[in-house]
């Protein structure tokens, strides 16, 4: 059974967790902007007082996917083996259709498992 102290301790973890990961953001961007400095990207390892210190540089490089939909038949073949096309579930046109029945070949390539439940406690403001 649920206790009023087991929610608090909840909320009150959640809490110590949020700014744990704000500080060690902050201490992460700090530390790399000094190691990481004139670096395009790559890794970097120094030793300093004897502690191994890793950074990584890294990229994000995305598709433009509307300019990509109007351009893609005009790429080279070598420039269209560079684009991955994943296929993704749409769930709910897949709902729909396992509802009324339509899915038979599909369900056979539908994997279901559960997912990390959500949480939000809020305690009364006399906390």
Do not use: W
């Not at 060690?24 to 210190?53: H, N, P, S, V, Y």
């Not at 259709?97 to 539908?110: A, G, M, S, V, Y």
């Amino acid at each position: 059974m649920l206790t009023k102290k087991q929610l608090e301790s909840y909320v009150i973890a959640k809490e110590l967790l949020a700014k744990a990961k704000a500080e060690e953001m902050e201490q992460r961007l700090a530390i790399c902007e000094e190691i990481l400095e004139g670096k395009e990207k790559g890794t970097t390892t120094e030793l300093l007082f004897d502690i191994e210190i890793k950074a990584v540089k890294k990229i994000n490089i995305a598709l433009d996917k509307k300019l990509l939909s109007s351009t893609y038949e005009d790429m080279s073949e070598e420039e269209q083996e560079c684009i991955l096309f994943e296929p993704k579930l749409i769930a709910k046109e897949y709902q729909f259709l396992q509802e009324h029945d339509q899915t038979p070949l599909l369900d056979d390539c539908i994997t279901v498992k559960d997912a990390t439940p959500s949480l939000t406690i809020t305690l009364p403001e006399d906390q």
